[in-house]
């Protein structure tokens, strides 16, 4: 990590814990004492003492040990020493009375403030799609309506079907045949004459 992304990370540390009035001195053009000072503003001693072990335990963990610490019995304005950088955290009637940036105002100085965290709304797209009604396909629809039209019969079948259906013609000389049949036979008048011939030739 560079110093300039030391220093960044260091305001970022001072916001968390809502320092005000966060500036950054550049001094390496104008001292040896370091190389920048980052000086910020707190409103109470519980604040200060918040921010400066916010800055020590998040650096620390980081690998970046504190090479010296001030104020932390008055909690007025602590000191924090990391070499290339020292970090002022002041009570605001404190910073005031010392005026550090004026005192270094041949250095160059930078107002760094807060930018709130871009939070990306996602839309709920699924809930979307499951109230979203399905759509039947127009195929469906027709096949049904196949199914439910009824078959058509060929003209064919139908009067095949006409045919079986209708009783059959008798031809006239068939019915004539099966009356002949029927009638009783007729006992012709010749027997009757022969049996009375016998009769008389007996009596004589």
Same mark, same amino acid.
Request: glycine share 2%; hydrophobic share 40%.
């Given at each position: 990590?560079?110093?300039?992304?030391?220093?960044?990370?260091?305001?970022?540390?001072?916001?968390?814990?809502?320092?005000?009035?966060?500036?950054?001195?550049?001094?390496?053009? @104008?001292?040896?004492?370091?190389?920048?000072?980052?000086?910020?503003?707190?409103?109470?001693?519980?604040?200060?003492?918040? /921010?400066?072990?916010?800055?020590?335990?998040?650096?620390?963990?980081?690998?970046? +040990?504190?090479?010296?610490?001030?104020?932390?019995?008055?909690?007025?304005?602590?000191?924090?020493?990391?070499?290339? /950088?020292? /970090?002022? @955290?002041?009570?605001?009637? /404190?910073?005031?009375?010392?005026?550090?940036?004026?005192?270094?105002?041949?250095?160059?100085?930078?107002?760094?403030?807060?930018?709130?965290?871009?939070? +990306?709304?996602?839309?709920?797209?699924?809930?979307?799609?499951?109230?979203?009604?399905?759509?039947?396909?127009?195929?469906?629809?027709?096949?049904?309506?196949?199914?439910?039209?009824?078959?058509?019969?060929?003209?064919?079948?139908?009067?095949?079907?006409?045919?079986?259906?209708?009783?059959?013609? @008798?031809?006239?000389?068939?019915?004539?045949?099966?009356?002949?049949?029927?009638?009783?036979?007729?006992?012709?008048?010749?027997?009757?004459?022969?049996?009375?011939?016998?009769?008389?030739?007996?009596?004589?």
């Amino acid at each position: 990590m560079t110093t300039k992304q030391l220093v960044k990370k260091i305001t970022q540390l001072i916001f968390e814990k809502k320092g005000s009035d966060v500036k950054v001195i550049e001094l390496m053009t @104008v001292s040896t004492i370091a190389d920048y000072f980052v000086i910020c503003s707190a409103d109470s001693d519980t604040q200060v003492r918040a /921010i400066a072990d916010n800055i020590d335990k998040s650096l620390r963990d980081e690998g970046m +040990r504190l090479w010296h610490k001030e104020g932390t019995t008055a909690l007025q304005w602590v000191l924090l020493d990391y070499v290339d /950088i020292v /970090i002022h @955290v002041f009570q605001k009637d /404190i910073r005031a009375f010392y005026n550090l940036e004026k005192l270094w105002s041949d250095a160059p100085i930078e107002a760094v403030e807060d930018k709130p965290k871009k939070v +990306r709304v996602v839309k709920p797209k699924t809930e979307k799609v499951e109230a979203k009604p399905k759509k039947v396909s127009s195929a469906k629809p027709k096949a049904e309506k196949a199914e439910v039209k009824p078959k058509k019969v060929s003209a064919a079948k139908t009067k095949a079907e006409k045919a079986e259906a209708k009783p059959k013609k @008798v031809s006239a000389a068939k019915l004539k045949a099966e009356k002949a049949e029927v009638k009783p036979k007729k006992v012709t008048a010749a027997k009757p004459k022969t049996k009375k011939a016998e009769t008389r030739g007996e009596k004589g």
